[in-house]
């Protein structure tokens, strides 16, 4: 390593493909610097169109975040959907599912005891 400058990778993932770039920065380097250092723009340009979220292994932080040696810098995607509303939707189709099989062994018929009169009476010899 030289002298004054750390390593830092750069992430951005979609769905079917990650790219990771490894780059050495001078030592007091932000987060927002090592990104457009990376280049990352060039290979996905929607990380331009927009100032995305970032984070450094998980934890959201700010653009003048400076980094330390090691760090991962991760560009967050926007959701597509949202988790809560997700979570929800799910739970409501999960208790319709259970209501619909409790319905139809409500509405199944029920066998009848046939009557004393009617049942077969063993013979004894």
């Not at 979609?14 to 030592?27: D, F, G, K, N, S």
């Not at 927002?32 to 280049?39: D, Q």
């Not at 988790?83 to 319905?103: H, I, T």
């Amino acid at each position: 390593m030289t002298t004054g400058a750390i390593t830092v990778e750069v992430v951005y993932a979609l769905p079917e493909r990650q790219t990771l770039i490894a780059l050495q920065v001078p030592v007091g380097t932000s987060a927002g610097e090592a990104v457009a250092l990376s280049g990352i723009a060039r290979l996905h340009p929607e990380v331009s169109e927009r100032s995305p979220p970032i984070g450094i292994f998980g934890h959201v932080v700010g653009c003048d975040h400076v980094l330390s040696d090691g760090d991962r810098i991760e560009i967050y995607r926007p959701l597509v959907a949202d988790p809560k509303a997700s979570r929800n939707e799910r739970v409501a189709k999960k208790r319709r599912e259970r209501e619909n099989v409790r319905n139809m062994r409500a509405s199944a018929p029920t066998k009848t005891p046939t009557p004393a009169a009617h049942r077969a009476v063993p013979v004894l010899d």
